[in-house]
């Protein structure tokens, strides 16, 4: 078999793993870090992904196709790791991109939410001058695994005004029932049970 030959074959492998429809080629990026960043607490971590650009543009092109016909007028990102996903997938639906920041990353007028992890608490906060009346919003974040972040990113849109239209995640950690917290409907790529 030529050289040529061979090299397409492996490039043909490569590329209809990691572009398959089903998201078990996504397992191969994720990694587990028990006791992290707490005792109990298993984190799990996506950089080998980051470190792909083809597999990460299939991530955001899985999103791209769920969401390109869906009433959305902007994407929502969760500090801090799901201002990766939200800031291409904005670019990619070419939609304006809002964030939900740690307290103290915001200047201005600021609106804060206060909510419970499965490992201590948190907050959030939002410039109110960023969501307008009846503005509909995609959130986006990393994983969703005990619902409390995402939850509280849907409240403090709605005080504000906006309306919530879905959730999207990378990963959502099934056992943990996150999806229970929001009132919306939740996309994730991958659900691990």
Do not use: H
């Not at 990691?18 to 996506?46: A, C, H, M």
């Not at 969501?131 to 994983?143: A, G, H, N, Y």
């Not at 995402?150 to 959502?172: D, H, M, Q």
């Amino acid at each position: 078999m030529s050289k040529l030959l061979n090299f397409a074959l492996i490039s043909s492998f490569l590329y209809l793993s990691i572009f398959s429809n089903t998201s078990d080629w996504l397992q191969t990026y994720l990694e587990s870090f028990p006791n992290f960043p707490k005792k109990g607490v298993t984190f799990r971590w996506y950089s080998k992904l980051l470190k792909d650009p083809d597999a990460l543009d299939r991530v955001i092109e899985i999103f791209k196709e769920e969401f390109k016909n869906r009433p959305i007028d902007a994407i929502a990102a969760l500090d801090s790791r799901g201002f990766i996903f939200g800031s291409l997938l904005a670019a990619k639906l070419r939609l304006p991109l809002v964030v939900l920041r740690k307290p103290g990353k915001l200047p201005g007028n600021v609106e804060k939410i206060e909510y419970s992890l499965e490992y201590g608490s948190a907050s959030f906060e939002l410039e109110p001058a960023r969501v307008r009346s009846m503005e509909r919003f995609l959130i986006v974040d990393d994983i969703l695994a005990t619902g409390g972040t995402a939850a509280a990113a849907e409240t403090l849109i709605k005080k504000l005004g906006g309306v919530v239209e879905g959730f999207a995640c990378l990963l959502e950690l099934g056992a943990l029932e996150g999806r229970n917290k929001i009132q919306t409907e939740v996309f994730s790529i991958l659900i691990e049970p």
